[in-house]
């Protein structure tokens, strides 16, 4: 217990000092930064398609929901771009509920590709839509004109916002994890039908953990789109957007509260040596290594590198409802 | 007015061939065991890259292209179902979904790597000049593409419904265990089944690159029309594929005609997810 408790410190005060021990090394304080990004976009998928087995590929509808909504309200109304940051949530709740309603009744492979169908349509509409730049797409504030336009050329800023962001993605979901609710997604994702029959609202649950998961989403896009200020259609809602998110939580672990961060940590710098190492040419083989990567997990690793830790002890269960209290008694 | 409207629709059933014969594709697998091919998009590409290259190398045209592009891919096809397919169909779903769509992206960016992102377009003229009849002007790629479509699709129901080998790939699309009691083989009429798959598949892509610009990224496009189609005609019913490719083919022709060429994908992706969120049987299959 106490060495455990040695490691985690180890590991918390090496997260918080990683862009002040590396500060004489941009390169890595960019690559970290990165990570955190990555991370906060996968363990927000993760509480749809982790938990509740719900595997969406089209998450790319609220990142770019926020992403967008960073950039519009610099270019529409000249606020600063964080403004964007509860709208676009907002916005991809409000989508989330609209989508999720009729979507969420689909199971399985029909729900992939449903949220794909989806995807591409929402794609295909804010390419052709004047308003938000059409194919162009929109650019952030090109200098800073206050520091809450948050346009800073260090990584380092943006490491620490995004720390803070993740771990409140993190708290949220190890709180779901350890509630009502998170036994509730569990037993959906083992098996929908027995779910239902032992009296879960399997549609409600399965709702709220897909808004849930559309609001943070919709965070890591805003974030991404004030620290790169600009977005197109392409890195907006790509299908790659959704498919990288889907990946990293699989790789590290789905339904782990650690896992995407694991699969972040693993592919991102792989992504990025790819590319500065290949140069030009390496736009192409990123992928191809990403692919391979990808077939060998599912081939080799189904469930994940955090798989392959001994199994930890489950979460307490939950009090009962003060209705079953009652009714026991 | 009429006139236009009449050659839109014969080139929109024209194209429908094509799609449905890649579709069929998709289907057979899907209702044979269950398994999505993310990567079939990115099988019609490298069919199309193999028509690109059976142009430029050797010369030949679609006579050529055409089965060399089905013995390639239905070589594709079988490699993917003993390497990779046979291990990931008994696990979860999210293996699956990984599985088939790392094999995407590994062939996408394959061929982006080698041969770049530009467009790359046969001649116009490989196939001869355009037929006009009645008034009509039919391009000879698209004749040639949607009669050869047409017919390999119908070849395909009938060797899966008429013949001994498609008995006994249904036997085991119904009951894998009952049918090796019988003394079948499952996991070779599987592969057989990925061969019949990636092989029309291939023949549909090289037929579908004498017309259609071929890009590493329009197999993107092209699985999202192959997705749409089975889910129109139901998971795996070739003869319902057929119906819809023809129905997909004439819808996207006339969106492209009234409405605007940018807002045929806007429709037929809109019909997609009407289609899933009310009837994700199909429109033609049963409740």
């Known amino acids: 217990m106490m060495h455990r408790r040695l490691m985690y410190g180890t590991v918390a005060a090496l997260v918080l000092l990683y862009p002040v021990l590396l500060s004489s090394a941009p390169v890595y304080q960019r690559l970290g930064t990165l990570v955190l990004l990555a991370a906060i976009g996968a363990s927000a998928w993760n509480l749809v398609g982790g938990y509740a087995g719900q595997v969406s590929v089209g998450h790319a509808v609220f990142f770019g929901t926020g992403a967008y909504a960073a950039i519009a309200v610099y270019t529409q109304f000249g606020l600063p771009p964080i403004v964007g940051v509860p709208v676009g949530a907002l916005i991809a709740v409000v989508i989330a509920a609209l989508i999720g309603v009729p979507t969420l009744r689909l199971s399985g492979h029909y729900f992939s590709m449903a949220t794909i169908a989806v995807a591409e349509l929402v794609r295909v509409l804010i390419s052709n839509w004047e308003w938000v730049g059409g194919a162009q797409g929109l650019s952030g504030p090109a200098v800073s004109r206050t520091v809450l336009d948050l346009s800073f050329t260090s990584a380092l800023p943006y490491y620490y916002i995004f720390l803070a962001v993740l771990a409140a993605v993190l708290l949220v979901t190890w709180r779901i994890e350890r509630s009502r609710m998170g036994f509730y997604l569990r037993a959906i994702k083992d098996s929908e039908r027995a779910a239902r029959s032992l009296g879960v609202a399997a549609g409600r649950y399965k709702l709220y953990a897909y808004m849930l998961s559309a609001g943070f989403t919709a965070v890591g896009g805003s974030l991404y789109a004030v620290m790169f200020g600009f977005v197109d259609p392409e890195s907006g809602f790509g299908i790659l957007i959704s498919v990288k998110m889907l990946i990293m939580a699989a790789l590290g672990g789905s339904g782990l509260l650690f896992g995407p961060l694991i699969g972040a940590l693993i592919l991102v710098p792989l992504e990025e040596i790819s590319n500065s190492l290949l140069g030009g040419k390496g736009a192409g083989l990123t992928f191809v290594v990403y692919g391979a990567i990808i077939v060998l997990i599912a081939r080799f690793l189904p469930s994940g590198i955090l798989a392959l830790l001994p199994a930890r002890r489950p979460p307490p269960k939950p009090k009962p409802l003060a209705a079953e209290r009652a009714h026991a008694a | ?287």
């Open chain 2, 1 to 287: 007015m009429s006139l236009i409207v009449v050659q839109v629709i014969v080139s929109g059933l024209l194209i429908g061939a094509v799609y449905a014969l890649f579709a069929s594709g998709l289907t057979l697998i899907w209702g044979m065991m269950n398994v999505i091919n993310f990567a079939h998009g990115d099988f019609v590409m490298l069919a199309m890259y193999t028509a690109f290259m059976v142009w430029t190398v050797l010369g030949g045209g679609p006579a050529a292209a055409v089965p060399i592009a089905a013995v390639l891919l239905a070589t594709l096809g079988v490699l993917s179902y003993f390497l990779l397919v046979r291990h990931i169909m008994k696990g979860p779903m999210l293996a699956q979904i990984l599985g088939t769509f790392g094999l995407a992206l590994l062939l996408r960016y394959s061929a982006f790597w080698y041969f770049g992102a530009n467009f790359k377009t046969l001649p116009d003229t490989i196939l001869g000049a355009p037929l006009v009849i009645g008034g009509i002007r039919i391009d000879a790629p698209r004749l040639v593409a949607g009669s050869v479509g047409l017919l390999v699709t119908l070849l395909l129901h009938l060797l899966l419904t008429r013949s001994a080998l498609g008995s006994r790939m249904l036997a085991v699309a119904e009951d894998a265990t009952a049918a090796q009691l019988m003394g079948i083989r499952p996991e070779r009429m599987q592969a057989v089944a990925w061969a019949l798959a990636a092989g029309s598949t291939g023949i549909a892509g090289a037929l579908i690159a004498t017309f259609f610009y071929t890009s590493p990224t329009v197999g993107e496009t092209l699985a999202i029309v192959a997705f749409v189609t089975v889910a129109f005609g139901g998971f795996g019913s070739v003869p319902g594929a057929l119906v819809a490719g023809l129905l997909i083919g004439v819808i996207e022709g006339l969106s492209a005609f009234f409405i605007g060429p940018v807002y045929k994908d806007v429709v037929v992706y809109l019909l997609f997810v009407l289609v899933l969120w009310t009837r994700p049987q199909g429109l033609m299959g049963k409740a």
